[in-house]
């Protein structure tokens, strides 16, 4: 698949995720880029925004496998990954898969699960696998998290690490609806004989993972690699951060503006790219200083902040990539 195909595929996932959901377009195409840069997207938002919705919606016209996990107190960690189940009609024991075995898992409300239970998404959100008994399962490909919790509700959550945080390549949110998508929402409650929106694949499973080998042949200037690297390394030198964006983030950084360029109809990496996929793609990694969250201060500020400091190198669609 070449890029211009990879981009008529995006757009068209885009418009079918777009009719579905009440969202700004942006935000679709946030999270469209986290999972062609081969990542796990964190929704962070109040309830009854559409993110169950959203996470659906992208995987049937992805064409992929759903499974929804609902994150509560007492879930366990074989809740999540499954168990080995004893069979007596063969006397022996046998896998059961659990619900994270699907292309694309909504892990609803996350923090609301204890640490252990979190850490047994870890594996599979890093390795793609998960191990039970000894024995090690492969998750199917492509394997993606979509994640939601409540910003709002703290009472009985448990705050993500920053290992698991780092995991997820972009944070995003979704916000509430202009006056007319909310509008919409009100119409079609008033419907009560119409069915819940729904959306048609409108790719195969396998042209997923072609669109992701595009990506590759993205050409980054030299330049802006630099500036990528510059980036991270700014937020280790701010003096509101305790824990600046780890080399991991650059990385990511680098993969989602590739991302980016495609969906929006580019071979080539812009400066605008990077800087449009920044904020979602570093924010969440930072720790503040004590000092600064008693401040107020914010970790999207500090990124926009960064970028507003680190110089934009001027590049060309003919550059080489190198």
Do not use: W
Not at 191 to 214: C, F, H, M, N, Y
């Amino acid at each position: 698949m070449d890029q211009p195909t990879a981009t008529k595929r995006c757009r068209r996932v885009l418009d079918a995720v777009g009719d579905a959901v009440i969202a700004d377009e942006a935000f679709l195409e946030t999270v469209l880029t986290g999972v062609l840069a081969r990542g796990h997207v964190l929704l962070e938002d109040v309830p009854g925004t559409g993110k169950t919705l959203t996470a659906r919606s992208f995987a049937d016209a992805l064409g992929l496998s759903f499974s929804r996990i609902q994150f509560t107190p007492d879930l366990l960690p074989a809740d999540i990954t499954g168990s080995n189940v004893y069979n007596e009609g063969t006397g022996e024991f046998e896998f059961s898969p659990g619900p994270v075995f699907a292309n694309v898992v909504l892990a609803d409300e996350i923090n609301r699960a204890p640490p252990k239970t979190q850490a047994a998404l870890l594996e599979a959100m890093g390795e793609g696998q998960v191990t039970v008994d000894g024995t090690t399962h492969d998750l199917p490909e492509p394997f993606f998290v979509l994640a939601t919790q409540n910003p709002v509700e703290q009472e009985g959550t448990f705050g993500l690490p920053e290992a698991q945080r780092d995991r997820f390549i972009v944070k995003t949110a979704m916000g509430y609806p202009d006056f007319a998508g909310e509008r919409e929402l009100v119409d079609r409650r008033a419907d009560r004989t119409a069915k819940a929106p729904s959306v048609d694949p409108v790719l195969e499973g396998r042209e997923v993972a072609a669109i992701q080998r595009v990506l590759e042949d993205v050409r980054v200037d030299g330049k802006l690699r630099d500036y990528v690297v510059a980036l991270g390394r700014a937020t280790r030198e701010d003096d509101r951060v305790d824990v600046g964006v780890s080399p991991r983030g650059v990385q990511r950084l680098f993969e989602a503006a590739r991302a980016r360029a495609v969906v929006s109809g580019r071979d080539y990496v812009a400066p605008d790219d990077v800087k449009r996929v920044a904020r979602p793609t570093f924010a969440h990694r930072l720790v503040l200083t004590d000092e600064a969250r008693v401040r107020g201060a914010d970790r999207r500020e500090v990124v926009a902040d960064v970028l507003d400091e680190v110089e934009v190198p001027a590049v060309t669609s003919s550059a080489s990539g190198r």
